[in-house]
T-cell receptor
Framework: ETGVTQTPRHLVMGMTNKKSLKCEQH?????MYWYKQSAKKPLELMFV???????ENNSVPSRFSPECPNSSHLFLHLHTLQPEDSALYLC?????????????FGPGTRLTVL | AQSVTQLDSQVPVFEEAPVELRCNYS??????LFWYVQYPNQGLQLLLK??????LVKGINGFEAEFNKSQTSFHLRKPSVHISDTAEYFC??????????????FGKGTRLSVIA
């Protein structure tokens, strides 16, 4: 049990749908991350929320929209996705102070876009 | 820009044999280095990390890694593997100027398959 939960674990959606991925942590962390994991590619950092500041990878399409209402919850809103967006989406959190503290990962949401 | 190269995409090894998973990085600054493991249908779990000090780092499940600054490498080793070590292993690097916003840069991963 890593302390980071993600729902749903699996999601199948059409290109015209709107859905949201949810991530929750109760580890007292103050930084949360969304990563995209595609086969045969390195993990791609999509968004970071740290101390209420958002940092984003400029290569992430606008059809992905993050939301972080508080330090324990993180959402990824999806709309008009493309088949190439099919991947495992991982959430992570860490305590972002002092010497480097490890990131704790959730189990991921397996997304399939039809 | 930083990058991480994991030289082997797949490594098959017999049970109880030793294994080495290779990782090289490129960075113009001092770095922190990490190895993560991902078991099927799970997220990533930290195996070990190098922050400073001794270049030989010991982690969980009997794994260890050695930081070699001159060769910019951080290879992962285990003297005797078990079936339960079958998983995907990721090497990652971060600048030592890290803040909560400094990203980890991951390699593509190495799939370790332990054969009975």
């Amino acid at each position: 049990e890593t302390g980071v939960t993600q729902t749903p674990r699996h999601l199948v959606m059409g290109m015209t749908n709107k859905k949201s991925l949810k991530c929750e942590q109760h580890l007292g962390h103050n930084a949360m991350y969304w990563y995209k994991q595609s086969a045969k590619k390195p993990l791609e950092l999509m968004f970071v929320y740290s101390l209420e500041e958002r940092v984003e990878n400029n290569s992430v399409p606008s059809r992905f929209s993050p939301e972080c209402p508080n330090s324990s919850h993180l959402f990824l809103h999806l709309h008009t996705l493309q088949p190439e967006d099919s991947a495992l989406y991982l959430c992570a959190s860490r305590l972002g102070t002092g010497l480097y503290n490890e990131q704790f990962f959730g189990p991921g949401t397996r997304l399939t876009v039809l | 820009a930083q990058s991480v190269t994991q030289l082997d995409s797949q490594v098959p090894v017999f049970e109880e044999a030793p294994v080495e998973l290779r990782c090289n990085y490129s960075s113009s600054v001092s770095v922190y280095l990490f190895w993560y493991v991902q078991y099927p249908n799970q997220g990533l779990q930290l195996l070990l990390k190098y922050l400073s000090g001794s270049t030989l780092v010991k982690g969980i499940n009997g794994f260890e890694a050695e930081f070699n600054k001159s060769q910019t490498s951080f290879h992962l080793r285990k003297p005797s593997v078990h079936i339960s070590d079958t998983a995907e292993y990721f090497c990652a690097v971060s600048d030592q100027g890290d803040s909560g916003n400094t990203p980890l840069v991951f390699g593509k991963g190495t799939r370790l398959s332990v054969i009975a």
